[in-house]
Protein backbone atom coordinates (compact mmCIF):
# COMPACT_ATOMS: atom_id res chain seq x y z
CA UNK A 1 0.00 0.00 0.00
CA UNK A 2 1.72 3.14 -1.19
CA UNK A 3 0.20 6.91 0.72
CA UNK A 4 0.87 10.54 0.22
CA UNK A 5 0.27 13.21 2.58
CA UNK A 6 -1.38 16.28 1.74
CA UNK A 7 -2.08 19.24 3.71
CA UNK A 8 -5.48 20.58 4.14
CA UNK A 9 -8.44 22.78 6.31
CA UNK A 10 -11.31 22.46 8.06
CA UNK A 11 -13.99 24.79 6.67
CA UNK A 12 -17.33 24.65 7.46
CA UNK A 13 -16.92 21.64 8.77
CA UNK A 14 -15.67 20.03 5.57
CA UNK A 15 -12.14 19.03 4.93
CA UNK A 16 -10.65 21.38 2.29
CA UNK A 17 -7.89 20.21 0.04
CA UNK A 18 -5.65 21.84 -2.22
CA UNK A 19 -7.31 22.65 -5.79
CA UNK A 20 -4.63 20.56 -7.57
CA UNK A 21 -5.81 17.57 -5.61
CA UNK A 22 -8.09 15.28 -7.34
CA UNK A 23 -9.11 11.98 -5.61
CA UNK A 24 -11.17 9.15 -7.32
CA UNK A 25 -14.75 8.83 -5.94
CA UNK A 26 -15.04 6.16 -2.86
CA UNK A 27 -11.06 6.56 -2.74
CA UNK A 28 -10.07 5.48 0.78
CA UNK A 29 -8.42 8.25 2.72
CA UNK A 30 -7.21 8.61 6.19
CA UNK A 31 -7.34 11.73 8.22
CA UNK A 32 -4.28 12.59 10.82
CA UNK A 33 -5.16 15.59 13.12
CA UNK A 34 -1.80 17.21 14.36
CA UNK A 35 -1.81 19.01 18.11
CA UNK A 36 -5.45 18.49 18.10
CA UNK A 37 -4.99 20.05 22.20
CA UNK A 38 -4.36 23.60 20.49
CA UNK A 39 -7.03 23.09 17.89
CA UNK A 40 -9.98 21.75 19.88
CA UNK A 41 -12.90 23.33 21.32
CA UNK A 42 -15.05 22.49 24.25
CA UNK A 43 -15.92 18.74 25.24
CA UNK A 44 -19.67 18.43 24.57
CA UNK A 45 -21.58 15.27 25.97
CA UNK A 46 -24.81 14.91 23.99
CA UNK A 47 -27.71 13.43 25.96
CA UNK A 48 -29.44 10.40 24.43
CA UNK A 49 -31.98 10.31 22.90
CA UNK A 50 -35.19 7.77 22.11
CA UNK A 51 -35.77 6.90 18.61
CA UNK A 52 -39.69 6.58 19.54
CA UNK A 53 -40.34 9.40 21.73
CA UNK A 54 -43.66 7.98 22.72
CA UNK A 55 -41.76 5.09 24.89
CA UNK A 56 -40.61 7.99 26.87
CA UNK A 57 -43.10 6.71 29.83
CA UNK A 58 -41.37 3.25 29.83
CA UNK A 59 -38.49 4.97 31.37
CA UNK A 60 -40.39 7.10 34.40
CA UNK A 61 -38.42 6.33 37.19
CA UNK A 62 -40.00 4.40 40.59
CA UNK A 63 -39.45 5.39 44.24
CA UNK A 64 -39.85 1.79 46.58
CA UNK A 65 -39.33 2.97 49.74
CA UNK A 66 -38.00 -0.13 51.83
CA UNK A 67 -38.39 -0.49 55.45
CA UNK A 68 -36.34 -2.41 57.77
Given at each position: ???????????????????????????????????????A??????????????????????????H?
Amino acid sequence: MSASTIEGYVKNGQIQLPASVHLPERAKVYVVIPDMTMTAGPLRIYSPRLIHPEQASDFQMEVVEEHP
